[in-house]
């Protein structure tokens, strides 16, 4: 599971997803830049361009910033993600608290017929308690299949990862702007930067960290999702009549 955001870019069709991506930079970029050719607008005029050099100038040097400032964020998020994986991991294992819904009776039939018997657990000698046994493999199992009835619904979009990602950037950069003179003193600044910062940094280790923890569905939606997965194995395996 992708802990970092990923950017396709496929110059192939056009779609809205592909321009949101390569467009998301401008939003840091642009307030990095823009901040100083606001706070230095004499050294814009200075460069002796025209007027549409001078833009022309101030969005290629605000993309490029963009760029520089979304790496610098997915660097700050993975030294984060590994640090509070290092610490956490040790302190709060991520070990779901499913053992009794894996222990469900009904969970067990329905998941022993998914499997199939190469695949499920050997049974239990006549003489043993019910739900005595093989505990741990059907826990196991739970969290497997879990995953498996979940595996095209992700925890968090890529797009949501790319765009608190590039919030972060925009983020440093109000941060970097915060300390010029005309917005110096201006702490409302300083409190939406560092909590942008935060939020960027810790997003991707939280939800993943999250989901290790706890189950995504209630035993009794993870059950019939899993009878909706026999269904349509049935209905697939069916030949057509002709």
């Known amino acids: 599971m992708s802990l970092l955001p990923e950017i396709h870019v496929d110059f192939g069709q056009l779609t809205f997803e592909r321009i949101y991506q390569v467009l998301l930079p401008l939003i840091p970029g642009g307030t990095l830049v ?8 004499q050294r814009v005029h200075d460069l002796g361009l025209g007027r549409y050099s001078r833009v022309a100038v101030i969005v290629c040097s605000a993309y490029i910033a963009g760029v520089i400032l979304y790496g610098f964020s997915v660097t700050v998020t993975g030294n984060c993600t590994i640090l509070f994986a290092t610490l956490l991991s040790k302190r709060s294992p991520p070990l779901r608290p499913n053992l009794v819904p894996s222990q469900s009776w009904v969970w067990r039939c329905v998941a022993g017929e998914f499997l199939g018997q190469s695949l499920s657990p050997p049974p239990l000698p006549a003489s043993a308690l019910p739900l005595s046994g093989n505990d741990v493999q059907w826990q196991d199992l739970y969290n497997v299949l879990q995953d498996y009835v979940l595996r095209v619904v992700p925890v968090v979009s890529n797009e ?4 608190v990602t590039h919030l972060q950037g925009t983020a440093w950069a109000l941060f970097y ?22 939020l960027g940094a810790t997003m991707p280790f939280g939800t993943n960290f999250w989901y290790w923890k ?4 209630t035993p009794w939606d993870f059950t019939a999702r899993l009878i909706n997965e026999i269904k ?8 057509a009549a002709h």
Do not use: A, C, Q
């Open 34 to 41: 823009g901040g100083l050719v606001l706070t230095y607008p």
């Open 160 to 163: 949501i990862y790319l765009l």
């Open 177 to 198: 702007l915060y300390w010029k003179p005309p917005l110096r003193g201006h702490w409302s600044l300083m409190v939406m930067s560092i909590s942008l910062i935060f």
């Open 214 to 217: 706890y189950d995504r569905l």
């Open 232 to 239: 349509m194995r049935e209905k697939s395996n069916t030949p």
